[in-house]
Every structure is written in C-alpha cells, then in structure tokens.
C-alpha cells in the first residue's frame, strides 16, 4: 500500500480529494439540514450548461462555466418557499432538469462539447495539475476561514430553513446569498477535478453518515468530515490498486462507510430498545 502512494500521480489524486472532502463535508451539513440535496446536482448541471454555452459560441470553458454557476447561485439563494404544500428541492429540481434540457440542445451543435461535457460530469483525479491542485486549496481555504468566522449567521440560516421559518428573510439575504455562493464556488473547482457525481457524494453522504453515528451537534461536523477523508483515501487506494476508475471508487467507498453507519445505527437502536 505505501508504494502505490509514492507516485506523484496518487499524491496529488489524495491531495484533491482531501481537500474536496473536508469542505464539502462541512457544507453538506448545511445542505442537508436544508433538505436541498439536489442543489449541488443543480449547481453542477447548471456548471455544464456553461460549458456548453461556451462550446456552442467559442467562449472560454472555464470562465463562462464559472460565471453561470455563480449566476445560477445567486438565483437559488433568492428560493424561499413558504408554501406548505412544496418544497425547495421541487423548485432546485426543476432548475436541473431544464439546464440538462438546454445542454442537450447546445451540445448536439456544437462541435467539440461532448468532451468538455464529460470532463466535467465524471473530472479526472489522476490528471490533476499543481496550479488547480494550488488554486482549489486557496479558494476552499478562504472558504473554510468565512464560514468558520460567521459560523452563527450561517447556521442561524440553516436553522430556519429547517423549521420552515423563512417568511422574515426578505427578498435577499446576505447570509443565505454567501451560503450559495461558497457552494458554487467549491462546486465548480470540484467538480472539474472530481465529477458531478463524486461531488454529490461528497456534500450529502459524509454528513448523512454522521447523522447516523452520532446525536452530538458538535460532533456531527468533524465526523462528517472524517468520513469524507477516509473514504477519499480508500476511494483512492481502491482505484489505483484495482485499476478502476477514481471518482466511481470514492463513491463506492462512501456508500460502504454509509453502510457501516447505518448498521451501527441499528444496532444502537436495538441496545436503546
């Protein structure tokens, strides 16, 4: 096992998903005591769409596929449903499904989008650069330090989303505006590294797992990302001794660490019983 972690390739394949798990672990907290799960897929379908775009006219991939996820964060910060008979995810969902609808239109007529396309649904771990690898450590640092600062005005959020307490948000709120932008940010460096799907599994099973380990709220975060680390590393070392794919192997690796949570949740159930 130590040998396979000497190759410069690996390292920095870790480095990432380290990175990767730690913040969207800690996000994911916040998405899912939102009960908006279906965000980052959102966010990351809206990222292709600006791939797209850029495809159709010959635009700059990365730029124009950060400013629509930007743009697309913004949008979702302005969501509050204060109808009981819907939720948030409804409203996410349908944002999703009509950015898959116009990529699918753009990309059938541009030139060279399918490759740009599955670049940025599935990433590449092993391919990974020193400048991405340098620029994903500074933009989820900074991150990191905001919500850490302003942890009470983010959770404060969090918690009336929860309790469907948003009537006296207004129309904008600062706060909420920020939360969408962090995700969108770390949304679209991660996912060009990672993969949409690799991303999702980041955000919501690490704290989803946590859940179910542990009813400690201040425990909750460091487990949640925990869980996210050790299943990277696995996911890792999965991949490279197997010769399997990377993103597809983190995913395996967390579903298994979600699995182990759940039966211990069970068999905590059972001894409280």
Do not use: C
Not at 47 to 59: I, Y
Not at 124 to 137: D, H, K, P, R, Y
Not at 217 to 239: D, E, H, K, Q, T
Request: aromatic fraction near 12%; glycine fraction near 8%.
């Amino acid at each position: 096992m130590p040998e396979l972690f000497s190759f410069d390739f690996v390292q920095s394949a870790l480095l990432v998903s380290v990175i990767m798990g730690a913040l969207l672990a800690y996000l994911g907290t916040h998405v899912v005591g939102r009960g908006i799960v279906f965000v980052d897929l959102a966010l990351g379908q809206i990222s292709m769409l600006g791939v797209a775009v850029a495809a159709f006219f010959e635009l700059p991939a990365t730029a124009t596929s950060i400013i629509f996820t930007l743009v697309g964060a913004f949008l979702m910060s302005l969501i509050k449903v204060t109808d009981k008979r819907l939720k948030q995810e409804a409203v996410i969902g349908i944002l999703y499904a009509v950015s898959s609808a116009v990529t699918v239109l753009l990309i059938s007529k541009a030139a060279h989008g399918d490759a740009d396309i599955q670049e940025v649904l599935f990433g590449s771990l092993f391919t990974v650069t020193n400048s991405e690898i340098v620029a994903m450590a500074v933009v989820f640092g900074i991150l990191g330090v905001v919500h850490f600062i302003f942890r009470r005005q983010f959770f404060e959020i969090t918690k009336k989303f929860e309790h469907r307490e948003v009537e006296d948000l207004g129309g904008f709120n600062i706060w909420n505006f920020l939360f969408y932008l962090s995700i969108g940010l770390a949304i679209v460096l991660a996912v060009r590294a990672g993969g949409v799907i690799p991303v999702f599994s980041f955000l919501v099973i690490p704290p989803v797992s946590a859940i179910l380990v542990t009813r400690s709220r201040v425990a909750l975060i460091p487990l949640g990302i925990a869980i996210a680390i050790v299943g990277g590393i696995l996911g890792i070392y999965f991949s490279v001794q197997f010769d399997f794919p990377a993103g597809s192997s983190i995913v395996a690796m967390l579903g298994a660490l979600f699995f182990v949570a759940s039966i211990v949740r069970l068999i905590r159930g059972q001894t409280a019983e």
